[in-house]
């Protein structure tokens, strides 16, 4: 890797996007990377033992790809995202980008000075002051005392640290911790900076300013980002493209809208698999156990999608509702709609309402369907409880069990024409402009009415 600084060959301010992304120099080139790691599975106690192993072709290790022929390049002035579920590689590869880790085969050329923020913290000295911590960072990261005494003010501006630098780091708060780390590495002056899950650090005043902070990068055609994230706002928000690395390979690269897709039906998909895992497991091995919401009046209830999960406000989703029960008297399946993103219940069908009227007891299976249009973009979760009348009581009933964690299930919608904000889109629902007159002629009727009602009623 060169860690020269690289000189600005930036011909005009214009901001790096997907569409102009190529225009610029190449740099992080990373060339059919792959990474592996060893695992220990036998131990020789000593020289007899070892040399035994030896002879009968026992290696004691075995090998762990984490990586399989990764290649992508990063162009300056990019805010590059790379995505991917837990163990799939990407702190793996953001090491060996920061030369942490060396791979196996294949390489990594950088050119510039790459400043790597890994895990929060680390290179910090409890012992010593916060200003003696700044210093030691900055070395660790491979400034010199003079570059460090160039960036200290504004490191310490920037984590509204002032009044405590001269203490120990051992008695600032844990907030106070993360501030000044995180500060340290996003003013360090470096011409690429590596994070990975960091962006959600200290109270919701300090994000909004690195929130700031890096809308601003973003805007600087001269300074690179690589972002390792499970956050898709994030990614959507900032990043000119992604990746996407599943089981150590690139399994998609480009806009970021697509490759946040491709990691979003990815995570739908693991979840299905988990659930049907977990549920050949427990018939294997004949286990009375239920899962959470279930017991033994109703051991199955389950809600999935018969349609594709990733959907437009265009579909109307089409889902199922699997349940075992052996009682014959009649009973609800009350549906609600939650929203994940935003949290709450978005809609529920109330918990008398569909009525089943079982023609026999056991296992069924029914089908639903559910417009769609009114929403913006997000990931909803139905979630169906099994409902019995209480005697006497038209309004209340008891819930004998609700399909809970993997029994439920989750859909995502995502569609050019939303936002991600809202949760009605404004196809759906508006907001218009009225004059003065029409508002108080149309509230006057609106009075007269509501007049008109009681009078009747009266």
Known sequence: MSDKNVENTVENNDVVTIDNYMDQPVVLDVNHVEKW???????????KQAFINWTKGIKGYKKQQVLKDVTFQVHRGEFFGIVGRNGGGKSTLLKIISQIYYPNSGSVHVEGKLVPFIELGVGFNPELTGRENVYLNGALLGFTPEE???MYDDIVEFAELEDFMDQKLKNYSSGMQVRLAFSVAIKAQGDILVLDEVLAVGDEA???????YFTKVRQDPTKTVILVTHDMSAVKRYCTRAMFIQNGEVAAIGDRETVSESYTLANLEAAQEENKRKQQEARAHGREEYPNGLNERCPLLRTYGVSPLMLTSDDVFRFAVEYDFDETDDFYLAIALHDIRRGGITFDTGARNPQMHLTEPGHHTVYFEMPLDLFNNGEFRLITSLRTPIPGDDAMTDAVAVALDDNACTFVIRDPRNTNYALINNRALSITPISEQEAETAAAEQRAHEHAQ?????
Do not use: I, M, N, Y
Not at 37 to 47: D, I, V
Not at 206 to 212: G, L, T, Y
Not at 454 to 458: F, S
């Open 148 to 150: 460090v005494d160039a």
């Open 454 to 458: 009681e009078r009747t009623e009266q």
């Open 206 to 212: 300090f994000q909004r300013k690195c929130d700031d």
């Open 37 to 47: 790691f060893k695992l220990p599975t036998e131990q020789a106690s000593g020289l």
